[in-house]
């Protein structure tokens, strides 16, 4: 028998005994709380909570995680597209990041700055944890597609228990991606003050792709190329400084500075494939790298305090991106000379949320979850051109309160109904307009027994129009469209869920999330109003369906974990757009199975780690702004092997990446052929890395 009830604090599913340890699995009767999760992310890992399964910390370790990517994509539903450092893209059931609430201890990143980029830029070496939601099933959250929560690392739970200072330094070299370094530092200053400092510094190398050859789309070599990728190697630093101060022993008060560097000479389009960029540079005749600097400056004040039977979490925070680059190589080019410029585009969020649990000792428990939470867009452009300087900027500006009840009337039966209210402003190019909006929730919990447990949940979803993309030109060039309306819908989710210990070294969990979600009013960014005509409106509905599943056994220092995911879109379009009737989301990729087998030995000190990923092929089809000719995705198989060697306070990881040396593209990448009117044909692939060996060494004191 296991836990008396299943862990189900922000999640749908929250399965909390994917991959943790056998001895919290022989707890028959203590409830895993969310302390026991974090508890579990010791030394220097990353621990995973997620609405479809949970990992432990250490097995993310192995992992010598360099991109969101190698942490993520192994997590049912969650997909990361995008090779180049400034295109980290999450995708949840085939939503992209504008559709998701992602935040970092607490601070908003959603900027959408550049659509040839991702929302989220950060470093994989310094979370601590990462928490997701996989679909809208809570009012706590927000976002049409789930949320990500991301958190970093803190100074008191690095050290052990009688240390009062401490520090890291670790190197990673790989042969077909660059090099790393970070030095950190962290201790107690006084009994109740701490503090950390984290500087991390990676240095991208053009890699080659899995085969060592660049093909186009009939599979033959593009000419001038040699299998490397060219625009990607670059500097991208990452500094944190975070000092705590624990006001007494139910009382702590955070102060934490984030800078985030990604510099380089890169291509104009990073979520474009190298084929693209030399096609569109030889017809413009233009440079193929542009001098580009990223910079993203995150300043955080969080406070939380627990008293009787509450928590409170707030936060205050303020998110500022910028994107720089030098676009004076136009004047190379007698026909767009008058292009020629430097270009700045700033994105910044400012905000503050306050969550609080409290727990009621009634008739019938119940624990109540509510808040507030507040965040205002600004963005602003210039270009600066010599004959006519370009400026522009935009606002909006969402304040959300909401309340979730757990009430367990029996050992079989809790019911959690919930209720948020959104007020939405926005003052943009597109419209000068405020939109409100109430969501219900309403889940139905049932557990038969101590091992199994039913969830039935319905969760209504709300988001206003966005402000437009920051980098060309924050509003500039849109059009105006007063009638356009905010998207509202609903998420249905059945799920369950069944783990059991089968004898004192054996355990079992597996369990299944079936979904449908209903997005009412779709804004689409490139809605056609006639041809070459484009603007953002309302173009459908949009219905997304399918599911997740895994399973998990564990045998001695033996562990396997296996999933699988799908996920299906169609658009019931709107008379006027009857062209996009049953398109599809071109960000869907194909059922995906991963498996990881791990071997921990505590004896020897090692851990021995083999993850596969298999995703299916995506036939052609009508879809959402991908590809125009041929927008196919290939299937492709990837295996990731390593070693881990503790020794003390010396760790040494040894893997090998794309073992087989795959040549393939994220299907939540840019894919595919397309025809561009002026260039032609335009092959799309945004090459993953081929095969790529690592070390990476590590000194913990």
Known sequence: ??????????????????????TLLAQETKKVSDKDIETIAVTWSTAINSSSMFLKGETIANKQADHISDLLRSIPGVDVGGAHSLNQRITIRSMDDKDLNISIDGANQNTYMYHHM????????????????????????????????????VARELLSEEQRFGGRFQVSLANNSGASY??????????????????????????????????????????????????????????LLKFGWDLADNQRLQLGYEKYTDEGNYSYRPDMGLAT???????????????????????????????????????????????????????????????????????????????????????????????IDYVKYDTFYQASQTASPKISSEEAKNIALFVQDRIKFNDLITLIPGVRYDSYDIDSSVIDKSFSDASLALALEVQPNDDLLFKLSATQIFKGPEISEVFTGAGLREKQNTDIDAETGINYELSFAYQTTLSDNDSLAFGTTLFETNIDDYIFDYAKLKPRVKWKDNVGDMNIHGYEAYVNYRRNEFNAVITYS????????????????????????????????????????????????????????????????????????????????TFDNLTIIAGVDNLFDEYYASQSSRTGLSFHPRFGELYLKDYEPGRNAKVTVSYQF
Do not use: C
């Not at 993203?296 to 500022?320: G, P």
């Not at 780690?609 to 009508?622: A, F, H, I, P, Q």
């Open 566 to 645: 799908s996920a299906e879109s169609k658009l019931s379009a709107f008379n006027q757009y009857s062209s996009i009737d049953g398109a599809r989301l071109d960000r869907q990729q194909g059922d995906t199975l991963s498996a990881t087998f791990s071997y921990d030995s505590t004896k020897l000190g090692l851990t021995l780690n083999w993850e596969t990923m298999w995703v299916d092929d995506v036939s052609s089809g009508l879809d959402l702004d991908g590809a125009s000719l041929d927008n196919s995705k290939k299937s492709f198989s990837v295996h990731n092997i390593s070693a881990r060697w």
């Open 118 to 153: 991702g929302n989220l830029q950060i470093h994989a070496d310094i979370l601590k944890s990462v928490d997701i939601e996989v679909g809208s099933n809570s009012v706590i959250n927000g976002g049409l597609g789930g949320s990500v929560r991301f958190e970093t690392k």
């Open 1 to 22: 028998m296991l836990i008396k009830r299943f862990n189900m604090q922000t999640t749908a599913l929250a399965v909390t005994a994917a991959l943790t340890s056998s």
């Open 277 to 371: 960029d030399l096609t569109i540079t030889k017809s413009l005749e233009v440079p193929l790298l542009w001098p580009t600097k990223l910079t993203r400056d995150t300043l955080t004040l969080n406070y939380d305090i627990s008293f009787d039977s509450t928590q409170v979490k707030s936060a205050i925070y303020k998110n500022t991106s910028e994107l720089w680059r030098d676009e004076t190589g136009y004047a190379q080019s007698p026909n767009f000379a008058h292009w020629a410029a430097v270009n700045t585009g700033e994105a910044e969020n400012t905000g503050m949320n306050i969550i609080a649990e409290t727990s009621l000792d009634t008739a019938f428990p119940q624990e109540l979850t509510y808040g």
């Open 182 to 239: 970070s030095l950190t530092n962290y201790g107690l200053l006084t009994d109740n003050i701490d503090y950390l400092a984290y500087f991390n510094q990676v240095n991208n190398d053009n890699y080659k792709v899995g085969g060592g050859a660049i093909k186009d789309d009939k599979g033959q070599v593009i000419d001038g190329t040699d299998g490397t990728v060219r625009g990607l190697e670059s500097d991208v630093t990452d500094t």
